[in-house]
Every structure is written in structure tokens, then in C-alpha cells.
């Protein structure tokens, strides 16, 4: 969609709604997919699952959309080389990501997973600028099986070791999974959570999650719109059982 769109980190969102046909009461959130140096252009990755995805899809060229970011806060920016690990729309977050690694001249290393090729939505957008590894639940594309196997095969061939860093971004399941996995080798991970949320500027108290972490200065709940979406896992009280 055309601009003005503000630089935006990895892992920030925008709340979009369409000004007139929409069916629901909120915006939705979404991360940045992709944006132009100049911000003149932004795009998102969606994928209809209900009103206001659906709503989204069916915008014509030129019609307006009101979008409201960004919001929330990135990836930690510090972390050279993480292994991106994405499901789905999950990928949504990592473009930004894989072009400032790529003009760094270290590509990153993206695991993508999903139901099937058609799932794998974007695909074509990393494979020159990162390096890229798939997996999906029908054997279409890549690995067949779960994007989770992909990263337990990395870490057995010494690929990914002890100490590196996972950023993640996907369905509930595939994250708690991957945070497991990371939690059992040694890595540290990163999860952009997708937690239904209705204002997406702290008003509501929609989004909270439990969390344990010295930056949340004891108080036991997190807004997932200011303080995430990113959290680290071992934050999460969700993700300890
Ligand atoms: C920070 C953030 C970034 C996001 N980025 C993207 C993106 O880039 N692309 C994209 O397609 N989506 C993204 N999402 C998810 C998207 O905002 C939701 O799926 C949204 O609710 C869809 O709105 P809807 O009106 O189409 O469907 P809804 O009516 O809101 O939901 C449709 C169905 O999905 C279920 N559902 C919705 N959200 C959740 C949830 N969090 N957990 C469990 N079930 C749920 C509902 O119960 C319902 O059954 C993001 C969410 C967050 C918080
Ligand atoms: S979405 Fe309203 S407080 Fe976070």
C-alpha cells in the first residue's frame, strides 16, 4: 500500500482497519511485511482467517486503509546471526530482518514451515537474500514434516550450537515447540507472540500475558501491544509447565 510508512523494526506491528464495509468492531493487528527505504510504500501477509482478514483481502487498488503503527517492540537488534524460524504468516516479521542481514553481507539463516507449498506464502521473497530451509505437513515443499525437525537436525549436525539464538514467529503450538526445543539444547529464544488483541496502545487490557522477567519489575502481567509482541521464552510463565 502506498505510504507514508515510518521506519518500522522487525517484529513491530500496525493495527489496520478498512474506513468504511468494516465487519468488526476493532482493528486488527499485523506486522510490517516489507516497506520501501523511502517509506512510500508498506505491505503486509495476511491470510484470511475471519472478518477482518477477509475484509482486508477484498480491498481494491486505490482504495484507503487506516493504519495505526508501528506498534510494539522488535527483535533485539544486538543479536548477530539468530536463526529465524517462521510458520506460516509467521514470516510476516523476518523480511525486514533478512534485507538489513543480507546488506550486512550475512544472510540469515530462515526455517519455514506449513501445511503445505501453498502455506509457504512468501517464500520467494528470502530465497536470494537469506538462507532458507522448509518444511511442510504434506511433503510439498522441502522437509516433510515439522519445521521444529528442521531446526533439531541443524542443532545435531553442529549447525546451530549452544549459545546461538532463536527468533520464532508462528502458530501457539509450533512456538511452544520451538521453545522447547531451545529451552532442551541450550539456545535462547525469542517468540513475537500473535495474542488477540483489541486497541493495540495499552487501553484495553486485552492482550496480557503472564510473565516473570526483571524488565517487568515484578508486576506479573505483560500488555503484549506495549511490552511485546517479542518476548523472550523465559519470560513467559505460559511456556515454564
Ligand atoms: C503482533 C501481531 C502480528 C500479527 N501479524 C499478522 C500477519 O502479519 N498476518 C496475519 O495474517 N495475521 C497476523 N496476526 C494475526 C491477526 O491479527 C489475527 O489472526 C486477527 O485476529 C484476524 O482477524 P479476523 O477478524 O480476520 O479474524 P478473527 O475473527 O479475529 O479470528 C478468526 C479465528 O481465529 C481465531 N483467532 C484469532 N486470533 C487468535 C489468537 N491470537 N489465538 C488463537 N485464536 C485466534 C479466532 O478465535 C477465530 O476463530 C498478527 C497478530 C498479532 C498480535
Ligand atoms: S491490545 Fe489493548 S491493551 Fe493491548
Not at 17 to 29: A, E, F, K, N, S
Not at 95 to 108: G, S
Not at 121 to 141: K, M, N, Q, Y
Not at 157 to 163: H, P, S
Amino acid at each position: 500500500m502506498d505510504g507514508p510508512i515510518p521506519v518500522t523494526g522487525p517484529g513491530q506491528f500496525y493495527m489496520l482497519r478498512t474506513p468504511t464495509r468494516w465487519p468488526v468492531l476493532l482493528p486488527r493487528p499485523f506486522s510490517l511485511y516489507d516497506r520501501a527505504p523511502d517509506g512510500s510504500w508498506g505491505s503486509f501477509l495476511l491470510k484470511g482467517v475471519g472478518p477482518g482478514t477477509n475484509a482486508l483481502l477484498d480491498v481494491d487498488v486505490g482504495e484507503d486503509v487506516l493504519v495505526t503503527g508501528p506498534l510494539g517492540r522488535t527483535f533485539p537488534a544486538d543479536i548477530e546471526d539468530p536463526v529465524c524460524v517462521a510458520g506460516g504468516v509467521g514470516l510476516a516479521p523476518f523480511l525486514l530482518l533478512a534485507r538489513a542481514a543480507k546488506a550486512n553481507d550475512r544472510p540469515v539463516r530462515l526455517l519455514f514451515g506449513g501445511r503445505d507449498r501453498a502455506a509457504l506464502a512468501g517464500l520467494e521473497d528470502f530465497e536470494p537474500i537469506a538462507r532458507v530451509a522448509t518444511s511442510t505437513d504434506d511433503g510439498s515443499h522441502g522437509h516433510h514434516g515439522l519445521v521444529t525437525e528442521l531446526l533439531e537436525r541443524m542443532i545435531e549436525r553442529g549447525e546451530v550450537r549452544a549459545g546461538e539464538t532463536v527468533f520464532c514467529c508462528g502458530p501457539d503450538p509450533m512456538m511452544h515447540a520451538v521453545a522447547k526445543l531451545c529451552e532442551r539444547r541450550g539456545l535462547r529464544c525469542f517468540l513475537s507472540l500473535e495474542t488477540y488483541m483489541a486497541c493495540g496502545y495499552g487501553v484495553c487490557n486485552g492482550c496480557t500475558v503472564e510473565v516473570d522477567g526483571e524488565r517487568f519489575r515484578g508486576w506479573p502481567y505483560s500488555k503484549t501491544c506495549l511490552e511485546g509482541p517479542v518476548y523472550e521464552a523465559c519470560e513467559l510463565v505460559e511456556l515454564r509447565s
